[in-house]
Nanobody, 123 residues
Framework: QMRLEEFGGGSAPAGERLRLSCRGS????????AAWFRQTPGNQREVVAS???????RYHTSIKGRFTIAKDATEDTFYLQMNNLKVEDTGIYYC?????????????????WGQGIQVTVSS
């Protein structure tokens, strides 16, 4: 069974940065698809950033150029680098993974999820 462990998060002032990491127990290479989702009270979980099996990243429009999602094959990990944080970035962040090969805009079959990690951005 794939298990995902999330690291990072916490509290930071607006304008500063945080880095979230997600380590997979069953990654054999970097050919998986993955994403970071965010959930806030009363709202449905939404994708913040995703990356497909060949490394193409997509971002929510609210992100602009502030965040970067990337894979680190040497550590069986993918991460979300969050720069220039805003208060509205606050929420619970979940990493998610699909092991199918996904490219060319196809939807990743997110079958594995992390437990969620809190990000709080203060003004």
């Amino acid at each position: 069974q794939m298990r995902l462990e999330e690291f990072g998060g916490g509290s930071a002032p607006a304008g500063e940065r945080l880095r979230l990491s997600c380590r997979g127990s069953e990654f054999t290479d970097s050919g998986y698809c993955a994403a970071w989702f965010r959930q806030t009270p009363g709202n449905q979980r939404e994708v913040v950033a995703s990356i497909d099996s060949v490394g193409v990243a997509r971002y929510h429009t609210s992100i602009k150029g502030r965040f970067t999602i990337a894979k680190d094959a040497t550590e069986d990990t993918f991460y979300l680098q969050m720069n220039n944080l805003k208060v509205e970035d606050t929420g619970i962040y979940y990493c998610a993974v699909g092991l199918a090969f996904v490219a060319a805009g196809a939807v990743c079959p997110y079958g594995y999820w992390g437990q969620g990690i809190q990000v709080t951005v203060s003004s």
